[in-house]
């Protein structure tokens, strides 16, 4: 997990967000408060944010769902880009960290876009599945060993040419290190090559932030 992008010295990954990100002030104080917290790790860097924002608009997504809300940095960067009659499903299980989320949900003015749902994600994923939505971009950013479960149960929810962005993908690079055998590794070694032969989807890793596939559905 990265609030940075991997890879860049303190002085580029500087350079890269004075020259590049257009964070809000809404977005920096969320940043800044969640820096605060024991697993502020968990929260994706401002240039990730701004890349699946312009990935939303260039999409015209309408629909979009997130697994892993976390206090809302992502769900606020995505809710944003959509258009006014646009709507966001962000599912956790955390009410602390949710609780977070909403208060600056409604300061940013996208509350109305967001419709949060609570419990296990894959549980919250099969009751969407009856609910007849078909999402244009979907987000995964939950716990580690469930990205497969995840993925499968999100790619028949998603439009032809739709777009699912998996994070934490370079696993802050320990997935190259033959070394590294803990459980939530190996489960991320496991869903790249998953993914790698799933022909379902047209794939590309980008290193950005902690390394993050973006899979088109064919």
Not at 55 to 73: C, P, Q, S
Request: glycine share 6%; aromatic share 8%.
């Amino acid at each position: 997990m990265s609030t940075t992008t991997l890879g860049l010295s303190k002085e580029l990954q500087e350079y890269l967000r004075s020259i590049s990100v257009r964070e809000s002030s809404v977005l920096r104080q969320l940043r800044e408060e969640t820096a605060s917290l024991s697993n502020s790790r968990m929260q994706i860097s401002p240039e990730q944010g701004q890349f699946m924002s312009l990935l939303v608009k260039l999409m015209h997504a309408e629909r979009a769902i997130e697994l892993g809300t976390f206090t809302g940095y992502s769900s606020i960067w995505v809710a944003q880009s959509l258009p006014e009659q646009g709507r966001l499903i962000a599912c956790d299980v955390s009410e602390e960290w949710t609780t977070i989320a909403r208060k600056y949900w409604k300061i940013a003015g996208v509350s109305e876009k967001i419709d949060l749902r609570l419990g296990p994600a894959a549980d919250s994923l099969k009751r969407i599945g009856s609910e007849n939505i078909e999402f244009d971009f979907a987000f995964i950013d939950a716990d580690k060993e469930n990205y497969g479960t995840y993925f499968n149960l999100l790619l028949p929810l998603v439009r032809k040419g739709g777009l699912i962005a998996i994070d934490n993908v370079l696993w802050s690079g320990r997935v190259a290190d033959p070394s590294e055998r803990e459980k939530e590794t190996e489960a991320i070694r496991a869903f790249n090559e998953f993914l790698r032969q799933n022909h379902a989807v047209e794939i590309s890793m980008v290193p950005i932030g902690d390394g993050l596939t973006l899979a088109m559905k064919k």
